[in-house]
Antibody, heavy 119, light 111 residues
Framework: QVQLVESGGGLVKPGGSLRLSCAAS????????MSWIRQAPGKGLEWVSD????????YYADSVKGRFTISRDNPKNSLYLQMNSLRAEDTAVYYC????????????WGQGTMVTVSS | QSALTQPASVSGSPGQSITISCTGT?????????VSWYQQHPGKAPKLMIY???NRPSGVPDRFSGSKSGNTASLTISGLQAEDEADYYC???????????FGTGTKVTVL
């Protein structure tokens, strides 16, 4: 079945780094734009980053620009988020999501991975 | 880019209809027909319920419908059921460098 599975979350100190991964299965990964979306504890959803099908164009929320880097490996059906210079306010569940073809909606979501930034 | 404005909570009895509003600006909701709605049960990932203002993905009951007027989009749940109790978020494509903005979220309670 169509599935996205995130991994790589954990506890990290302020200023530290973490790399999230998202493994896709059940669909042709290389046919879709992909996104990262996060949700701080008890808060709403926040779009973080998008990457085009080829990986050649990337978009970022102002809150993470210059600190986070999105990438993808189509042969490995995988999406990544490299997070540097982490801050307490980056603490959240990070979801990887598939962008619906021809739309700007997110039609498939992973279960999420928790990132906690704390000393 | 500010979050889209939703009511914090909406409630209704089983079988009733409720409507959740989502207010933005001409740079997001009002400027594009790219409003989507997500349902999120506690501890679960969001689920797409409506895309492109009023389209339902396969498998979503036709009790869920979407519309838009000006800078405000709406999600209507008709024939409310116990399993509809969840948080609901709207989202819109935007003309800013922040490509997408989400709503503040609405907790739907089935009385």
């Amino acid at each position: 079945q169509v599935q996205l599975v995130e991994s790589g979350g954990g506890l990290v100190k302020p200023g530290g780094s973490l790399r999230l991964s998202c493994a896709a299965s059940g669909f042709t990964f290389s046919d879709y734009y992909m996104s990262w979306i996060r949700q701080a504890p008890g808060k709403g959803l926040e779009w973080v980053s998008d990457v085009t099908i080829s990986g050649g164009t990337k978009y970022y929320a102002d809150s993470v620009k210059g600190r986070f880097t999105i990438s993808r490996d189509n042969p490995k059906n995988s999406l990544y988020l490299q997070m540097n210079s982490l801050r307490a306010e980056d603490t959240a569940v990070y979801y990887c999501a598939r962008r619906k073809t021809g739309s700007h909606a997110f039609d498939i979501w992973g279960q999420g991975t928790m990132v906690t930034v704390s000393s | 880019q500010s979050a889209l404005t939703q009511p914090a909570s909406v409630s209704g009895s089983p079988g009733q209809s409720i409507t959740i509003s989502c207010t933005g600006t001409s740079s997001d909701v009002g400027g594009y027909n790219y409003v989507s709605w997500y349902q999120q049960h506690p501890g679960k990932a969001p689920k797409l319920m409506i895309y492109d203002v009023s389209n339902r993905p396969s498998g979503v009951p036709d009790r869920f419908s979407g519309s838009k007027s000006g800078n405000t989009a709406s999600l209507t749940i008709s024939g409310l059921q116990a399993e509809d109790e969840a948080d609901y978020y709207c989202s819109s494509y935007t003309s800013s460098s922040t490509l997408y903005v989400f709503g503040t979220g609405t907790k739907v309670t089935v009385l």
